[in-house]
């Protein structure tokens, strides 16, 4: 069976903000390399790094809920990892440095990263056994950028769009062009779109053109998800920023049935539009996702 995360999705700006990542790097447990030290900080020349665990999963193969700390070795910069898995490191001086992860599990990650230029960058980070991976993504203030995702909420003159595990604000103007879309009208909740605009934060977008993704109405079943599941309730639990239903007809593989559902469970899940929810008509156990 594929597994594939219909919801990551990639923000792309301009290309002055430099991050190279290079090639997959190696996670150790209890040590990391040498990096030599950074750029020398100057006012005003300094990188405020914002991240977003996508998923922690140990040598083991188990789940991880995202938990702990990140810090740059080689200086007195740290953050805690919050329980949505996102955490920000201000003032991190231009050069090359490790991005070291403590689990309060015990498990260790590091990666090397390599900041060139001044201001913010924004990346996604998957941690599985002892392989870390990092995309890397950039908002631009003022700068023209684009938005893949799911509409999540819909308001006036703006929507709210989940896209790379993140929410983001797209507004829209009597000029912004529609494809696919007659208009305003046809926002709804569950919709799929590409955005290309300018930024105005680095969680708000004013719309130049919204077209509507082909293939990805928000009607119809067989859409298949993959993930961590972040929260449980009575007849329904929470992955990937969306709250999704099942019932007595839902199929479970893998799993005895709704109590086996819990927090930190990675599932795989065959969902159809009903309404005004998400509903599972198959919940699948696995291991990880594959991407």
Not at 34 to 48: C, F, K, L, M, S
Not at 197 to 213: F, P, Q, V
């Amino acid at each position: 069976m594929a597994y594939r995360n219909r919801w990551l999705a990639t923000v792309i700006g301009g290309l002055a903000l430099a991050l190279v990542l290079g090639g997959t790097q190696r996670c150790t447990r209890g040590s990391s390399p040498t990096v030599p030290a950074g750029g020398v900080p100057t006012p005003g020349g300094n990188v405020d790094l914002y991240g977003l665990i996508a998923t922690w999963i140990d040598a083991g193969g188990t789940p991880l809920m995202p938990a702990g700390t990140v810090r740059v070795q080689g200086l007195d910069v740290a953050a805690p990892i919050a329980n949505d898995g996102r955490f920000q490191l201000r003032r991190i001086p231009p050069g090359q440095w490790t991005l070291v992860f403590h689990h309060p599990n015990g498990a260790q990650a590091t990666r090397t990263l390599e900041m060139h230029a001044p201001g913010e960058v924004h990346i996604v980070v998957s941690i599985q056994g002892s392989v870390c991976t990092v995309e890397e993504r950039h908002t631009h203030h003022g700068e023209s950028g684009e938005l893949h995702g799911m509409v999540i909420a819909v308001g006036n003159g703006q929507f709210t769009l989940q896209a790379v595990g993140e929410r983001f604000a797209v507004r829209y103007t009597s000029g912004t062009v529609w494809e696919g879309l007659r208009g305003p009208q046809d926002l709804d909740v569950g919709v799929h779109l590409e955005v290309e605009g300018r930024w105005l934060d680095d969680r708000t977008m004013e719309a130049e053109k919204i077209e509507a993704m082909p293939g990805h109405g928000h009607h119809g079943p067989d859409q298949r998800w993959c993930g961590m599941i972040m929260d449980v309730g009575n007849g329904w639990f929470w992955m990937h920023g969306t709250r999704i239903y099942y019932d007595m007809n839902t199929r479970f593989i893998g799993l005895s049935g709704p109590q086996d559902l819990r927090v930190g469970q990675v599932v795989e899940v065959d969902v159809e539009w009903r309404s005004d929810h998400w509903y599972a008509r198959v919940i699948a156990r696995q291991d990880h996702c594959m991407m």
